[in-house]
């Protein structure tokens, strides 16, 4: 199955919903469709917040801050969460979650996390970095630091394609801005997992899906403004 089959149905109910805390003239109407969709989905994620929890916790996390927020969905727990940013050093920026759990991450590519459990200590990224921000094609290495039961580093080294796939305009939240989609596909050391993103004229990636290891699998991060 392609990256975009893949997260097609999250993408539908995250883009809807998140739609419906804007400004828009037809916010009415974009809520009574979501409604409709998480209750259809409800029998395959349970766990799943109902279109009202979400969209009147966004809607209040936007309205009481002025700090960059995001949305989180973690696709293996089915938990979705808020994001706020908490620390910015340079490239790099940490968000945390209302249990502070964090992650960090690079001009928006995740490269530590803190509080999900076999966290993702560390990763290289740079070479992917530069390809995806220009929304560029071409081939980059990327490395993964873990820590096994007995804290010893765990580390895996990958070999990544990246690919551009066309352009779309992204409304969600408080973001609305002209998108490259890229991917990065990436292998080795026995592990493989394909990222996307969606990424800005300025090389800010806004929305993303990225792997963080073989047991946290793959986490969905939107940005809200």
């Not at 490259?180 to 596909?185: F, K, L, N, Q």
Request: glycine fraction near 8%; proline fraction near 3%; hydrophobic fraction near 40%.
């Amino acid at each position: 199955m392609s990256f975009h089959k893949r997260s097609v149905a999250l993408f539908l109910i995250l883009a809807l919903a998140l739609a419906a805390c804007g400004n828009q003239p037809d916010r009415g109407k974009g809520l009574e469709v979501v409604k409709g969709l998480v209750k259809k989905r409800a029998s395959v994620t349970p766990a799943a917040p109902s279109a009202d929890d979400l969209t009147k916790g966004i809607t209040v996390a936007l309205d009481t801050t002025e700090k960059p927020l995001a949305l989180a969905f973690i696709e293996d727990r089915r938990n979705f969460t808020l994001l706020t940013e908490v620390s910015v050093n340079g490239a790099h920026s940490t968000w945390a979650s209302p249990d502070r759990r964090t992650l960090s991450e690079r001009h928006g590519i995740i490269v530590s996390s803190r509080g999900l459990g076999a966290d993702l200590m560390a990763a290289q990224v740079s070479p992917s970095l530069a390809l995806i921000r220009n929304a560029h094609s071409g081939r980059a290495d990327r490395t993964h630091i873990y820590l096994d039961g007995e804290n010893h580093e765990v580390i895996i080294r990958l070999s990544c394609q990246i690919k551009t796939h066309g352009t779309e305009v992204l409304s969600v939240g408080e973001i609305h801005s002209a998108v490259t989609v890229v991917s990065e596909d990436c292998t080795g050391d026995g592990v493989t997992f394909l990222n996307t993103y969606k990424v800005t004229s300025g090389g800010r990636i806004v929305q993303s899906r990225q792997w963080l290891g073989t047991e946290n699998g793959y986490i969905t991060v939107q940005k809200l403004r």
